[in-house]
């Protein structure tokens, strides 16, 4: 069986300062790797994934993400947040076998940035 | 207008009442899902359905029932709501990696 732990469930941080969203996963089979985020009042939209390749992948809006899969992790992080980027972060992982249609999700990071 | 639609996106209901909510896509997609969003719990996968002659239970189905209607319209729907399926609903589309494309929601509450 699959599980994600996101290991913080709140992170205040100030702006412009640097951020670590933190994300281990356990499972016995190959996985994708997701980070969707959910901005107040919207649903998901992905963030970035990991499918194969580099294990560094970035976003359009300066977060990036590595897989780690000796400590089986895919931590997020931010060198410089801004105030939008206040918002619940989601990691999620898929299971490469079934064709990636069984997505399980942690519990959720929500980030406060403050001015 | 978005790719992934719900309706309704706000419903306030009574214990007992027969609720449907509904998606509609235009990404073309054939999976479909329906996720229930509680606080500190992330999402949790009701219903999933890969085409409209296949319906799977996630992982909380009970309580629930879906029909695919068509390859672009998956419901949901509580036979007899109850308090605790008081929550944020979200519909969903994939590709075959598993990323997800998300509904704004439909936020249900049961009195």
């Known amino acids: 069986a699959q599980s994600v732990t996101q290991l913080d469930s709140q992170v205040p941080v100030f702006e412009e300062a640097p951020v670590e969203l933190r994300c281990n996963y356990s499972s016995s089979v190959s996985v994708y790797l997701f980070w969707y985020v959910q901005y107040p009042n919207q649903g998901l939209q992905l963030l970035l994934k990991y499918l194969s390749g580099s294990t560094l992948v970035e976003s359009i809006n300066g977060f990036e993400a590595e897989f780690n899969k000796s400590q089986t992790s895919f931590h997020l992080r931010k060198p410089s947040v801004h105030i939008s980027d206040t918002a619940e972060y989601f990691c999620a992982v898929s299971d490469r076998g079934t064709g990636g249609f069984k997505t399980i999700f942690g519990a959720g990071t929500r980030l406060f940035v403050k001015a | 207008d978005a790719d992934v639609t719900q309706t309704p996106r706000n419903r306030i209901t009574k214990t007992g009442k027969r609720i449907m909510l509904e998606c509609s896509q235009t990404k073309g997609h054939d999976r479909m899902y329906w996720y229930r969003q509680d606080p500190g719990l992330g999402l949790r996968l009701i219903y999933y359905?890969?085409?409209?002659?296949?319906?799977n239970k996630g992982e909380i189905s009970d309580g629930y029932s879906v029909s695919r209607q068509a390859q672009a319209k998956f419901s949901l729907s509580l036979e007899s709501a109850i308090p605790n399926q008081t929550a944020l609903y979200f519909c969903?589309?994939?590709?075959?990696?598993?990323?997800?494309?998300f509904g704004e929601g439909s936020r249900l509450t049961v009195l």
């Open positions: 969903a589309t994939s590709v075959r990696t598993g990323e997800l494309f």
């Open positions: 359905s890969f085409d409209v002659k296949d319906i």
